[in-house]
């Protein structure tokens, strides 16, 4: 007898996050190798894997079914009253017979009680249907999540249109009533499915994974589907590929679920039979049922859903009346152009512009005639207008990063700082027809103000089509052994020690570890654990482990989002595609990376500092590009703070090099990645500029491209100019032509060698030089880098620099409070600025400010960088003492801040703990007295604070109102016994952990004085 078709249409990959071990490229590759027609992938709660599994499977000739089990609410999706749920994995699998447990029908039903929900499965039959899935699983997230992302009965009612639906598992609404003895419940509930689905949409599933309560729900299954005429399916409810995998799957569920392989009451499953069987084997399990295997196969033929790139990518830019988008778009592109113009102008009158001013007419006209052709139009003005709202909000942005930057209608309208003529940087490195794709403009924004720019983008186009983007955390090579290894009982510092070993390389596997660490490989062989340890963390490795919010993603739709694909929501309540970044690029959405960078909220807060202490105006954008001592302060390797230069190894190189131009920085930033580093490119640069090795040319039309970096290809924009130059390429064939090098695809390349050859010789290139110049590219495009964003970040760490050299006061007093909250660096950088011969004063509530201040050559200390004290506090003593003039006692401190002597009167501004971190970090030295006398009243002043603060509330005016408190003898501080020299050591448990100039324990003294070294103690700031 042949053995039946079967499909598995009940399937978990990865994406169930830490509840399936199952990889989508694995799991394809093996249907592909199995001759299996379709597979369907039904991830719990989500279709975070749906765009991916359908684009790896299509490509491999194996028809994808998109599918969810999807959780049910018993009652509505906005109940929140008495649902609990307690994780993915069935209580049948659960060890039933452990310590105290009962039957495993048992353990079913005592957990199903306590949970709300069931499980349903949902195919996509057609596009509709994959609509309707892509509504129920968003609002699953967005309307009904309640320690599970829940539908409910009536959302199903009005979106089950193109849905095939499976009764799922045993925690279906069918299976579970069965499973207690409630026959008749669970024909009510297979009748409600059917009513919501239709005839020949709605099918009864048949599991059998080995479970003892299998046999007799299967039973009962069978006499339903004879009652109803609802039909059979059979299924496996799949979490990981091979039977091999079981254990893997185990402590995948106790990573999951925070315990451990040796605690008996784990949840887990009971049987290994939870994995990808064959059709064999399925016939073989339900050699009784064959027509429930045959139906998968019909089932399977009946879903034909294809996730399309959608039509229109850009939404509708608004343009005045009169205008199209392309004509709007060319108007603001010429005014943009018009304003850089005298700027330009100024430029070449003192000979400093490279390039003719008719050469930049000719290339804006070019670059308008290309986007308009090419229908990006609309996306420069998206990108235009949002950047305009930044900048007149006075949001700072960065000069551009990435291929944008040469553009000259980026520069024009002010998407990018960067002129892409000065620095020979080219458009079709960005922009060419044949390389159709989606442009990519990526921005940078302060890190503080970031947010306004994406609220701005989410009010113009909509909430509905603005969303973030979502990314996976996976399962590193070390995460993978610290996470394996706590799961499997192990001591933490032999995992943790076992983990150090694997080299600090980024996206190194476990098996690559092992090649390269000698170290690695002994400690493994030498024990049994390990190797254990080992087989199951490669098994894991690279596996979703959690979701989390894209870092600078944003997707912007022309239509609702919850039409085009699903959405999730994060637990910060942030609304994030469900679909990565490279699901959103095949579907050809436009999206954007709003970043946020630190370098730009320290250079305009220095710029801001600088006209405040020094009434000096600063304008970044025009700064000369030609200052000695900006480039003497890179030649000495002073980088610290500097952006993209402050590096230990970049320092040496600095030293070394000596740039003298923004051309040569722009260079160090493309050598300095590991590729050039491992190949001894930057000693071979350094010795061409030092005349330590002679610079030649192969060709003298070489000279002209590659001058500026001594004969060396090192920009990407280079290997299309040679390719232009030498063998009449077009610059957009040019750039396919890198774009292959880059991938190193070898018939790619061999197709290209060709190309390039036989336009070398129309051109007259002798053949044996065609021939090395090609491979000279071969050989260092693997190393060439995207020169426009290069020059960009040189020109951003040239500002910065420029403002270090002439303006540091201004410009440490910015750092500093940007790295606020991050202990270490307020040291390292408070040691930088000493080392400038910069005074950076104590913390002092009677001077300092809510941040570093700039006073002169002086910076006063931030109140806010104080470990405790927060930004609420600070301004309520900042506002107290404007009142005041200045406090002379902790008593007055606490009186006017808590009482009402400032605006924000509020006792719970100063606590016991702000107070004594103040004390700790010397800020209250100038109110004379010493810090052991101050930490013994802060009791006692707190309550009168407080007192104060009752008083004022019930309006009962005494002694410490209306400006009695002016009277009170505040300098009648109690004295104590302890002698008047006596070092004041903090309460155990407040102890410093820092250290004083001379590496010993810091000394905090009374009577005002400074302890050694640093004023405060590191663990006293923030």
Request: hydrophobic share 40%; proline share 4%; aromatic share 8%.
């Given at each position: 007898?042949?053995?039946?078709?079967?499909?598995?249409?009940?399937?978990?990959?990865?994406?169930?996050?830490?509840?399936?071990?199952?990889?989508?490229?694995?799991?394809?590759?093996?249907?592909?190798?199995?001759?299996?027609?379709?597979?369907?992938?039904?991830?719990?709660?989500?279709?975070?894997?749906?765009?991916?599994?359908?684009?790896?499977?299509?490509?491999?000739?194996?028809?994808?079914?998109?599918?969810?089990?999807?959780?049910?609410?018993?009652?509505?999706?906005?109940?929140?009253?008495?649902?609990?749920?307690?994780?993915?994995?069935?209580?049948?699998?659960?060890?039933?017979?452990?310590?105290?447990?009962?039957?495993?029908?048992?353990?079913?039903?005592?957990?199903?009680?306590?949970?709300?929900?069931?499980?349903?499965?949902?195919?996509?039959?057609?596009?509709?249907?994959?609509?309707?899935?892509?509504?129920?699983?968003?609002?699953?997230?967005?309307?009904?999540f309640y320690y599970k992302p829940r539908i409910d009965y009536d959302l199903l009612a009005k979106h089950s249109r193109g849905l095939i639906a499976l009764s799922a598992c045993l925690s279906g609404a069918v299976a579970e009533p069965l499973i207690e003895g409630r026959y008749d419940d669970a024909r009510d509930a297979?009748?409600?499915?059917?009513?919501?689905?239709?005839?020949?949409?709605?099918?009864?599933?048949?599991?059998?994974?080995?479970?003892?309560?299998?046999?007799?729900?299967?039973?009962?299954?069978?006499?339903?589907?004879?009652?109803?005429?609802?039909?059979?399916?059979?299924?496996?409810?799949?979490?990981?590929?091979?039977?091999?995998?079981?254990?893997?799957?185990?402590?995948?569920?106790?990573?999951?679920?925070?315990?451990?392989?040796?605690?008996?009451?784990?949840?887990?499953?009971?049987?290994?039979?939870?994995?990808?069987?064959?059709?064999?084997?399925?016939?073989?399990?339900?050699?009784?049922?064959?027509?429930?295997?045959?139906?998968?196969?019909?089932?399977?033929?009946?879903?034909?859903?294809?996730?399309?790139?959608?039509?229109?990518?850009?939404?509708?830019?608004?343009?005045?009346?009169?205008?199209?988008?392309?004509?709007?778009?060319?108007?603001?592109?010429?005014?943009?152009?018009?304003?850089?113009?005298?700027?330009?102008?100024?430029?070449?009158?003192?000979?400093?512009?490279?390039?003719?001013?008719?050469?930049?007419?000719?290339?804006?006209?070019?670059?308008?005639?290309?986007?308009?052709?090419?229908?990006?139009?609309?996306?420069?003005?998206?990108?235009?207008?949002?950047?305009?709202?930044?900048?007149?909000?006075?949001?700072?942005?960065?000069?551009?990063?990435?291929?944008?930057?040469?553009?000259?209608?980026?520069?024009?309208?002010?998407?990018?700082?960067?002129?892409?003529?000065?620095?020979?940087?080219?458009?079709?490195?960005?922009?060419?027809?044949?390389?159709?794709?989606?442009?990519?403009?990526?921005?940078?924004?302060?890190?503080?103000?970031?947010?306004?720019?994406?609220?701005?983008?989410?009010?113009?186009?909509?909430?509905?089509?603005?969303?973030?983007?979502?990314?996976?955390?996976?399962?590193?090579?070390?995460?993978?052994?610290?996470?394996?290894?706590?799961?499997?009982?192990?001591?933490?510092?032999?995992?943790?020690?076992?983990?150090?070993?694997?080299?600090?390389?980024?996206?190194?596997?476990?098996?690559?570890?092992?090649?390269?660490?000698?170290?690695?490989?002994?400690?493994?062989?030498?024990?049994?654990?390990?190797?254990?340890?080992?087989?199951?963390?490669?098994?894991?490795?690279?596996?979703?482990?959690?979701?989390?919010?894209?870092?600078?993603?944003?997707?912007?739709?022309?239509?609702?989002?919850?039409?085009?694909?699903?959405?999730?929501?994060?637990?910060?309540?942030?609304?994030?595609?469900?679909?990565?970044?490279?699901?959103?690029?095949?579907?050809?959405?436009?999206?954007?990376?709003?970043?946020?960078?630190?370098?730009?909220?320290?250079?305009?807060?220095?710029?801001?500092?600088?006209?405040?202490?020094?009434?000096?105006?600063?304008?970044?954008?025009?700064?000369?590009?030609?200052?000695?001592?900006?480039?003497?302060?890179?030649?000495?390797?002073?980088?610290?703070?500097?952006?993209?230069?402050?590096?230990?190894?970049?320092?040496?190189?600095?030293?070394?090099?000596?740039?003298?131009?923004?051309?040569?920085?722009?260079?160090?930033?493309?050598?300095?990645?590991?590729?050039?580093?491992?190949?001894?490119?930057?000693?071979?640069?350094?010795?061409?500029?030092?005349?330590?090795?002679?610079?030649?040319?192969?060709?003298?039309?070489?000279?002209?491209?590659?001058?500026?970096?001594?004969?060396?290809?090192?920009?990407?924009?280079?290997?299309?100019?040679?390719?232009?130059?030498?063998?009449?390429?077009?610059?957009?064939?040019?750039?396919?032509?890198?774009?292959?090098?880059?991938?190193?695809?070898?018939?790619?390349?061999?197709?290209?060698?060709?190309?390039?050859?036989?336009?070398?010789?129309?051109?007259?290139?002798?053949?044996?030089?065609?021939?090395?110049?090609?491979?000279?590219?071969?050989?260092?495009?693997?190393?060439?880098?995207?020169?426009?964003?290069?020059?960009?970040?040189?020109?951003?760490?040239?500002?910065?620099?420029?403002?270090?050299?002439?303006?540091?006061?201004?410009?440490?007093?910015?750092?500093?409070?940007?790295?606020?909250?991050?202990?270490?660096?307020?040291?390292?950088?408070?040691?930088?600025?000493?080392?400038?011969?910069?005074?950076?004063?104590?913390?002092?509530?009677?001077?300092?400010?809510?941040?570093?201040?700039?006073?002169?050559?002086?910076?006063?200390?931030?109140?806010?960088?104080?470990?405790?004290?927060?930004?609420?506090?600070?301004?309520?003593?900042?506002?107290?003492?404007?009142?005041?003039?200045?406090?002379?006692?902790?008593?007055?401190?606490?009186?006017?801040?808590?009482?009402?002597?400032?605006?924000?009167?509020?006792?719970?501004?100063?606590?016991?703990?702000?107070?004594?971190?103040?004390?700790?970090?010397?800020?209250?030295?100038?109110?004379?007295?010493?810090?052991?006398?101050?930490?013994?009243?802060?009791?006692?002043?707190?309550?009168?604070?407080?007192?104060?603060?009752?008083?004022?509330?019930?309006?009962?005016?005494?002694?410490?109102?209306?400006?009695?408190?002016?009277?009170?003898?505040?300098?009648?501080?109690?004295?104590?016994?302890?002698?008047?020299?006596?070092?004041?050591?903090?309460?155990?448990?407040?102890?410093?952990?820092?250290?004083?100039?001379?590496?010993?324990?810091?000394?905090?003294?009374?009577?005002?004085?400074?302890?050694?070294?640093?004023?405060?103690?590191?663990?006293?700031?923030?």
């Amino acid at each position: 007898m042949a053995t039946p078709r079967f499909v598995h249409l009940h399937l978990h990959t990865d994406y169930s996050l830490l509840d399936g071990a199952c990889d989508i490229t694995e799991l394809v590759n093996e249907a592909a190798h199995r001759g299996m027609p379709a597979v369907a992938v039904t991830d719990h709660g989500n279709l975070f894997a749906a765009e991916h599994f359908h684009h790896e499977a299509s490509t491999r000739g194996v028809k994808p079914i998109i599918g969810c089990e999807v959780y049910v609410a018993r009652t509505s999706r906005h109940d929140r009253g008495a649902e609990k749920t307690n994780g993915d994995a069935r209580p049948a699998r659960t060890a039933g017979s452990g310590p105290g447990g009962g039957s495993a029908a048992a353990g079913v039903a005592s957990d199903l009680a306590q949970r709300g929900t069931n499980h349903l499965v949902l195919l996509c039959e057609n596009a509709e249907g994959y609509r309707n899935l892509i509504r129920l699983v968003s609002a699953g997230f967005l309307e009904g999540f309640y320690y599970k992302p829940r539908i409910d009965y009536d959302l199903l009612a009005k979106h089950s249109r193109g849905l095939i639906a499976l009764s799922a598992c045993l925690s279906g609404a069918v299976a579970e009533p069965l499973i207690e003895g409630r026959y008749d419940d669970a024909r009510d509930a297979a009748y409600r499915l059917r009513d919501i689905f239709g005839k020949g949409n709605f099918f009864l599933e048949v599991q059998d994974q080995g479970l003892e309560i299998d046999g007799p729900v299967n039973r009962e299954l069978v006499r339903l589907s004879r009652e109803s005429g609802i039909p059979l399916v059979a299924t496996n409810d799949c979490h990981y590929l091979t039977r091999a995998d079981a254990r893997a799957q185990e402590v995948l569920l106790c990573i999951q679920t925070g315990k451990t392989m040796s605690d008996p009451q784990r949840m887990r499953f009971a049987t290994d039979q939870f994995y990808f069987k064959t059709a064999e084997e399925m016939a073989q399990v339900f050699r009784e049922l064959p027509d429930a295997l045959e139906r998968t196969a019909a089932i399977a033929e009946r879903c034909n859903v294809r996730i399309e790139p959608v039509r229109n990518s850009f939404p509708e830019f608004q343009v005045p009346q009169g205008y199209t988008v392309d004509s709007y778009f060319e108007r603001v592109a010429r005014e943009g152009f018009a304003a850089r113009l005298p700027y330009l102008e100024t430029f070449a009158k003192q000979g400093w512009l490279r390039r003719p001013l008719a050469e930049y007419e000719q290339r804006l006209e070019n670059e308008i005639k290309m986007i308009v052709k090419m229908r990006y139009a609309g996306y420069f003005l998206i990108v235009w207008d949002f950047m305009r709202y930044a900048r007149a909000q006075g949001i700072p942005v960065g000069p551009g990063r990435g291929s944008a930057a040469g553009s000259l209608v980026s520069y024009a309208l002010k998407i990018t700082d960067v002129d892409p003529l000065q620095y020979d940087l080219l458009f079709e490195r960005f922009l060419n027809p044949e390389r159709v794709s989606m442009p990519d403009i990526d921005i940078d924004f302060c890190m503080r103000r970031r947010g306004e720019v994406i609220d701005y983008v989410t009010q113009k186009y909509g909430r509905d089509n603005v969303a973030q983007i979502i990314t996976f955390g996976t399962m590193a090579a070390k995460a993978a052994l610290k996470d394996v290894g706590r799961a499997m009982d192990l001591p933490y510092g032999d995992v943790d020690r076992l983990a150090k070993l694997v080299p600090n390389q980024l996206y190194i596997t476990l098996d690559e570890a092992l090649k390269q660490s000698g170290q690695l490989r002994s400690a493994i062989e030498g024990d049994e654990r390990f190797r254990d340890l080992l087989e199951v963390a490669k098994r894991l490795e690279g596996l979703a482990r959690h979701a989390s919010t894209h870092a600078a993603g944003v997707v912007i739709s022309p239509q609702p989002l919850t039409e085009l694909l699903p959405l999730y929501k994060t637990n910060r309540e942030e609304i994030t595609t469900q679909y990565d970044m490279k699901g959103l690029e095949r579907l050809g959405l436009l999206k954007m990376d709003f970043l946020g960078l630190t370098t730009l909220t320290v250079l305009s807060d220095t710029v801001k500092l600088i006209a405040a202490n020094r009434s000096v105006q600063i304008d970044l954008h025009t700064l000369p590009l030609d200052d000695a001592a900006t480039y003497q302060l890179f030649a000495r390797g002073d980088t610290t703070a500097i952006f993209q230069f402050e590096s230990h190894g970049m320092r040496d190189i600095l030293r070394r090099y000596q740039p003298s131009r923004l051309e040569d920085l722009t260079a160090l930033n493309a050598l300095y990645r590991p590729g050039p580093i491992q190949g001894g490119m930057i000693d071979d640069f350094i010795a061409r500029k030092h005349g330590k090795k002679k610079v030649a040319y192969d060709l003298p039309e070489l000279q002209e491209i590659l001058e500026e970096t001594y004969g060396v290809i090192l920009y990407q924009e280079q290997v299309m100019q040679i390719a232009n130059r030498l063998a009449g390429f077009s610059l957009g064939e040019a750039d396919i032509l890198r774009r292959a090098m880059g991938k190193k695809n070898r018939d790619e390349m061999a197709a290209q060698r060709e190309k390039f050859l036989t336009g070398c010789a129309a051109h007259k290139v002798p053949p044996k030089k065609a021939e090395r110049i090609f491979d000279l590219m071969a050989e260092f495009a693997g190393y060439g880098f995207n020169k426009s964003h290069s020059c960009a970040y040189a020109l951003l760490a040239y500002q910065t620099a420029w403002l270090k050299t002439h303006y540091a006061v201004e410009f440490m007093a910015a750092l500093l409070t940007s790295e606020t909250g991050n202990t270490e660096k307020v040291v390292k950088y408070i040691h930088e600025a000493r080392g400038m011969g910069i005074t950076v004063l104590p913390p002092d509530v009677n001077t300092s400010d809510v941040d570093f201040t700039p006073v002169g050559e002086q910076i006063h200390f931030g109140l806010r960088a104080i470990k405790n004290v927060g930004e609420n506090t600070v301004r309520g003593i900042l506002e107290a003492r404007q009142k005041l003039g200045a406090f002379r006692s902790i008593f007055q401190l606490c009186d006017s801040v808590a009482s009402g002597g400032c605006a924000s009167g509020d006792p719970r501004l100063l606590n016991r703990r702000v107070l004594e971190s103040l004390v700790k970090a010397g800020a209250l030295d100038s109110l004379g007295a010493r810090r052991s006398q101050l930490y013994q009243v802060i009791d006692r002043a707190m309550e009168r604070g407080q007192k104060l603060q009752r008083d004022s509330a019930s309006t009962q005016h005494g002694l410490f109102l209306a400006g009695a408190s002016s009277r009170i003898r505040h300098a009648r501080l109690l004295y104590f016994r302890s002698p008047l020299g006596q070092v004041f050591r903090p309460p155990e448990g407040a102890q410093s952990r820092g250290t004083g100039r001379h590496g010993g324990p810091p000394q905090w003294r009374g009577g005002g004085h400074r302890r050694a070294g640093l004023f405060a103690a590191p663990d006293a700031l923030a």
